[in-house]
């Protein structure tokens, strides 16, 4: 299946790529929207490209944006069919990232926002071969009990403003209470004051996150772990 999802990418600082760091965004918005992180984790990162495409379909709450998948807020059932249906465009467009990096999901990250958080979690969790880790903000794991479809047990971080209302906060535990039991290790940071959004230790720690995930090694000023 090709691929039929695009976005923006910066190359690697270093001019050569060994890890490949794909931002999903949140519904309403596009790749614009998260692409410039990778600017801010560069240092730490210089080896990766970023590439964060637009979703596949017009949002249909915001005429300008894009989403992974449909929402109406009023049927329970959306977001398992929707990660399910998107899925495999998400796969296809990885997969010819990949290829033309030549790389292979061992240098893999998905960084999600919301909506690409599910889209991170449910993908991620179901590549042929684990990626190297996977971040989320302001997300929830769609439908955990098919969690056992899970193909690998990649290193998860998850972050979550304590004053979220889109997402509310209950959705980090219930993720991260999945997780436990499905034997898939997770940690977790809490923003405070912070609403349906990225603060600037949230960037901090998922950038570091991402070092450490990406190169097995732990630069100055990475968090407690």
């Known amino acids: 299946?090709?691929?039929?999802?695009?976005?923006?990418?910066?190359?690697?600082?270093?001019?050569?790529?060994?890890?490949?760091v794909v931002f999903l965004h949140g519904y309403g918005a596009d790749g614009n929207d998260l692409v410039e992180i990778g600017r801010q984790w560069q240092d730490w990162l210089p080896d990766a490209a970023f590439v964060s495409p637009h979703a596949p379909n017009p949002c249909g709450m915001s005429p300008m944006g894009r989403e992974w998948f449909p929402l109406t807020f009023r049927d329970p059932d959306e977001r398992r069919r929707g990660v399910?249906?998107?899925?495999?465009?998400l796969d296809a467009f990885l997969d010819a990232e990949l290829a033309h990096l030549g790389l292979?999901?061992?240098?893999?990250?998905?960084?999600?926002?919301?909506?690409?958080?599910?889209?991170?979690?449910?993908?991620?969790?179901?590549r042929r071969r684990p990626p190297a880790g996977i971040l989320g903000?302001?997300?929830v794991l769609v439908a955990?009990?098919?969690?056992?479809?899970?193909?690998?047990?990649?290193?998860?971080?998850?972050?979550?403003?304590d004053s979220d209302e889109v997402i509310p906060l209950d959705a980090l535990f219930?993720?991260?209470?999945?997780?436990?039991t499905a034997e898939i290790p997770s940690q977790w940071h809490i923003s405070p004051g912070l609403a349906h959004g990225i603060d600037g230790e949230g960037l901090r720690q998922g950038g570091l996150f991402l070092a450490h995930a990406l190169t097995g090694r732990t630069p100055e000023g990475m968090p407690g772990r």
């Open 174 to 180: 219930m993720t991260t209470d999945a997780l436990t």
């Open 84 to 89: 399910i249906a998107a899925r495999p465009g």
């Open 1 to 20: 299946m090709a691929s039929t999802i695009d976005g923006p990418r910066i190359a690697p600082k270093s001019g050569k790529a060994k890890h490949l």
């Open 144 to 161: 955990p009990e098919l969690l056992g479809e899970a193909t690998g047990k990649p290193p998860i971080f998850l972050i979550h403003g």
């Open 104 to 126: 292979d999901d061992s240098a893999l990250a998905l960084v999600g926002f919301s909506q690409g958080t599910m889209m991170a979690l449910h993908s991620g969790l179901r």
């Open 137 to 139: 903000y302001s997300g």
